[in-house]
């Protein structure tokens, strides 16, 4: 399973960027693919996480109303849309599989760094006051 997050980049508060993390299909049928970020010093946290089976997403409260999720089949890509960007958004962002995804996985362990079994390559989010 591979992956690979692009899109990072420097943006004014306020701003938006989309990530794009490229899956093969498989990964996109079998797996729930979560969206993780890491700011120096701080430990990975989770910042959202799409279900295999619906699509059906979840945010971490930081960035609920400010980013979204999303998947292209005919691209075997998983967006993150986020808007509205603050500066404690820096951080390295990766995406990341785990489970099989389907609802105990994404109820349950999701949202946990530790949970996720394959990583792609972090691209690096600033955003500047």
């Known amino acids: 399973v591979q992956l690979q997050a692009f899109g990072g980049g420097l943006v004014q508060s306020g701003g938006s960027l989309r990530l794009s993390c490229a899956v093969s299909r498989h990964t996109l049928d079998y797996y729930a693919i979560g969206w993780f970020r890491q700011a120096p010093g701080k430990e990975r946290e989770g910042v959202s996480c799409i279900r295999s089976s619906d699509g059906s997403a979840s945010y971490t409260d930081s960035v609920k109303g400010r980013f979204t999720v999303s998947r292209d089949y005919t691209k075997n890509t998983v967006y993150l849309q986020m808007n509205s960007l603050k500066p404690e958004d820096t951080a390295v962002y990766y995406c990341?599989?785990?489970?099989?995804?389907?609802?105990?996985?994404?109820?349950?362990?999701?949202?946990?760094?530790?949970?996720?079994?394959?990583w792609g390559k972090g691209t690096l989010v600033t955003v500047s006051s």
């Open positions: 990341a599989a785990g489970g099989p995804g389907g609802d105990h996985f994404y109820n349950t362990r999701c949202r946990y760094h530790y949970s996720m079994v394959y």
